[in-house]
């Protein structure tokens, strides 16, 4: 199952973090207006970087701890700049549908360690 979760949660981040480098109109026709481009392209490749070494390790059949760390980690912390700077307004509204999937990410990953 923890192929599965890398796999899954690796596709998301590389498909999400790509996606404002190969279209960014398209990107902010979604998520809003954005001020420093150089900053959310540099996120995005940071994602797609996590991403890739998820799905390395989820078709590996190599989900180390330091695997779900990363994972779980860097799940929470984009669900905590979802929700935090969405509800302070500084980004849409519709981050907070990440934050749902960032948290359901963390939460099967858990349910997959301890149960």
Not at 54 to 82: H, K, Q, R, Y
Not at 89 to 115: C, H, Q, R, S, T
């Amino acid at each position: 199952m923890l192929d599965t979760i890398a796999l899954s949660q690796g596709g998301y981040f590389l498909i999400t973090g790509l996606w404002p480098i190969f279209s960014i109109r398209s990107f902010m026709a979604v998520t809003g207006p954005k001020t420093d481009l150089w900053l959310v392209k540099t996120v995005g490749l940071v994602l797609a970087v996590i991403g890739f070494v998820l799905l390395i390790a989820g078709a590996g059949s190599e989900v180390t701890l330091p695997v779900v760390v990363l994972a779980i980690g860097g799940a929470g912390a984009l669900a905590a700049i979802d929700i935090i700077y969405a509800v302070k307004k500084v980004i849409a509204p519709v981050y907070l549908l990440d934050a749902v999937l960032e948290g359901v990410l963390i939460v099967w990953w858990n349910f997959a360690l301890f149960l």
